[in-house]
């Protein structure tokens, strides 16, 4: 079988998105399946070199929309080569340009022999705004988008792929008409991790001296506000603060670990305001921010710490999520982690909103946790990875949805 992926861009550099279709492809092969993927990045992109995948660079598109005019006579002319096109991502020219191809090829040949197509939105069939008035405005931007153009896209295509039910679930909400043919949940898979070395453990000690031997929590991500970081800091200042007013400082860092906080942006005015906001505390020794991490180091960080913390206010994924789970480590995430009812059924997680009081509780839930219930989360957090996030079992439930596609739809029996 031959798949086309279809996709805005592959550039590793440009975030989550770009590693979630590369790790598609790569989980499909050797499967029996040969694979490309026709993007709009730039041709001569370093990235491309050595690259284990065939990728079409057409060049950058123009514009917000993305606007390639390479893309569609690529299209016209290459389709046909293919049993199947997985087009990932949505808001952008090349799905459009998916479906403008289809329409010409049909009218060139009414009785030809077309691909079938799988739309993989990557968590952009939902849409959250913080501002009153940004929401009203791109509320009536996208759906006029979806009426006349996204939605014919989810129209013809054989199956929508998801990687979590709660991202199945929320494609139900925002945008009226969605009735797709077929919905698969199909997971995603992270590679396990390395084995733990003492090496790790010393390379984390050697970048971040003030860490010493003590316990803490570890966020790993960009420094962001979608992350929800200036929450989580402000909500442990506070609890850290109410300890020590309530004249327990002795033996406080039994009470409360403390918070490892790394990534890259630390050079923004938000990572700026953040460290502002501890320094004015005068909690540097508390809440540490160490840079970026990777490597052994980043495992060391991964391996050493109590619990992962997550607080986003928007994650699709959450890779370091996975990765702290395939450690054996519990999370304490937000419910806008896309992938919490998976963590969540098999016990390894707490979960709360992803405000100020629902951040506190994560904290409180931890500090108050006892040895045996951490323990317990850590068992279940290793189980959780081996039953839903390895690559196996992404790779098999992407194969049985790409079967099903070429199967006969199931009528729908829901409202959607």
């Given at each position: 079988?031959?798949?086309?992926?279809?996709?805005?861009?592959?550039?590793?550099?440009?975030?989550?998105?770009?590693h979630?279709?590369?790790?598609?492809?790569?989980?499909?092969?050797g499967?029996?399946i040969?694979?490309?993927?026709?993007?709009?990045?730039?041709?001569?992109?370093?990235?491309l070199?050595?690259?284990?995948i065939?990728i079409?660079?057409?060049?950058?598109g123009?514009?917000?929309?993305?606007?390639?005019?390479?893309?569609v006579?690529?299209?016209?002319?290459?389709?046909?080569?293919?049993?199947?096109?997985?087009?990932?991502?949505?808001?952008?020219?090349?799905?459009y340009?998916?479906?403008?191809a289809?329409?010409?090829?049909?009218?060139?040949?009414?009785?030809?022999?077309?691909?079938?197509?799988l739309?993989?939105?990557?968590?952009?069939?939902?849409?959250?705004?913080?501002?009153?008035?940004?929401?009203?405005?791109?509320?009536?931007?996208?759906?006029?988008?979806?009426?006349?153009?996204?939605?014919?896209?989810?129209?013809?295509?054989?199956?929508?792929l998801f990687?979590?039910?709660?991202?199945?679930?929320?494609?139900?909400?925002?945008?009226?008409?969605?009735?797709?043919?077929?919905?698969f949940?199909?997971?995603?898979?992270?590679?396990?991790?390395?084995?733990?070395?003492?090496?790790?453990?010393?390379?984390?000690?050697l970048?971040?001296?003030?860490?010493?031997?003590?316990s803490?929590?570890?966020?790993?991500?960009n420094?962001?506000?979608?992350?929800?970081?200036?929450?989580?800091v402000?909500?442990?200042?506070?609890?850290?603060?109410?300890?020590?007013?309530?004249?327990?400082?002795?033996?406080?860092?039994?009470?409360?670990?403390?918070?490892?906080?790394?990534?890259?942006?630390?050079?923004?005015?938000?990572?700026r305001?953040?460290l502002?906001?501890?320094?004015?505390?005068?909690?540097?020794?508390?809440?540490?921010?160490?840079?970026?991490?990777?490597?052994?180091?980043?495992?060391?960080?991964?391996?050493?710490?109590?619990?992962?913390?997550?607080?986003?206010h928007k994650?699709?994924?959450?890779?370091?999520?996975?990765?702290?789970?395939?450690?054996?480590?519990p999370?304490?995430?937000?419910?806008?982690v896309?992938i919490?009812?998976e963590?969540?059924?098999?016990?390894?997680?707490?979960?709360?909103?992803d405000d100020m009081?629902?951040?506190?509780?994560?904290?409180?839930f931890?500090?108050?946790?006892?040895?045996?219930?951490?323990?317990a989360?850590?068992?279940?957090?290793?189980?959780?990875?081996?039953?839903?996030?390895?690559?196996?079992?992404?790779?098999?439930?992407?194969l049985?949805?790409?079967?099903?596609?070429?199967?006969?739809p199931?009528?729908?029996?829901?409202?959607k």
């Amino acid at each position: 079988m031959k798949v086309l992926h279809v996709a805005a861009a592959m550039d590793p550099e440009l975030g989550e998105m770009c590693h979630a279709v590369s790790a598609v492809v790569h989980n499909l092969l050797g499967r029996g399946i040969h694979n490309e993927v026709v993007s709009l990045d730039d041709c001569d992109a370093e990235f491309l070199h050595g690259s284990k995948i065939i990728i079409h660079a057409l060049g950058k598109g123009k514009n917000p929309w993305a606007y390639n005019k390479r893309l569609v006579p690529w299209l016209v002319t290459n389709l046909n080569y293919f049993d199947l096109v997985i087009v990932h991502g949505l808001w952008s020219y090349f799905g459009y340009a998916v479906r403008r191809a289809m329409a010409l090829l049909e009218r060139e040949d009414s009785n030809g022999s077309y691909p079938k197509l799988l739309v993989m939105p990557h968590g952009m069939l939902r849409s959250e705004y913080t501002h009153k008035w940004v929401n009203v405005i791109n509320s009536v931007k996208n759906n006029l988008y979806w009426k006349y153009i996204e939605r014919k896209l989810t129209d013809i295509a054989d199956g929508i792929l998801f990687i979590s039910e709660e991202e199945r679930i929320l494609a139900s909400f925002p945008l009226k008409g969605y009735n797709p043919k077929r919905e698969f949940v199909v997971g995603f898979g992270v590679d396990p991790p390395p084995a733990f070395t003492s090496d790790m453990n010393e390379l984390l000690r050697l970048k971040c001296p003030a860490l010493g031997n003590n316990s803490y929590l570890l966020f790993i991500g960009n420094i962001a506000e979608v992350h929800g970081l200036d929450l989580l800091v402000k909500a442990y200042i506070d609890s850290l603060l109410k300890l020590k007013t309530e004249k327990r400082l002795s033996g406080i860092m039994g009470l409360m670990p403390k918070l490892l906080i790394s990534g890259g942006g630390m050079d923004t005015p938000y990572g700026r305001f953040l460290l502002e906001t501890v320094v004015q505390n005068s909690l540097t020794e508390d809440i540490i921010f160490i840079g970026q991490l990777s490597g052994q180091a980043k495992w060391g960080a991964i391996y050493g710490c109590e619990g992962f913390i997550m607080p986003s206010h928007k994650e699709y994924f959450g890779i370091e999520v996975a990765e702290a789970l395939s450690c054996g480590k519990p999370v304490l995430i937000s419910e806008k982690v896309l992938i919490w009812r998976e963590i969540y059924e098999n016990g390894a997680c707490y979960v709360a909103q992803d405000d100020m009081a629902g951040i506190t509780e994560l904290l409180e839930f931890w500090r108050q946790a006892s040895y045996k219930q951490k323990q317990a989360l850590s068992d279940y957090a290793l189980l959780a990875y081996k039953k839903s996030f390895t690559p196996e079992y992404a790779t098999s439930r992407l194969l049985r949805a790409i079967k099903g596609t070429f199967q006969e739809p199931v009528p729908r029996t829901d409202n959607k």
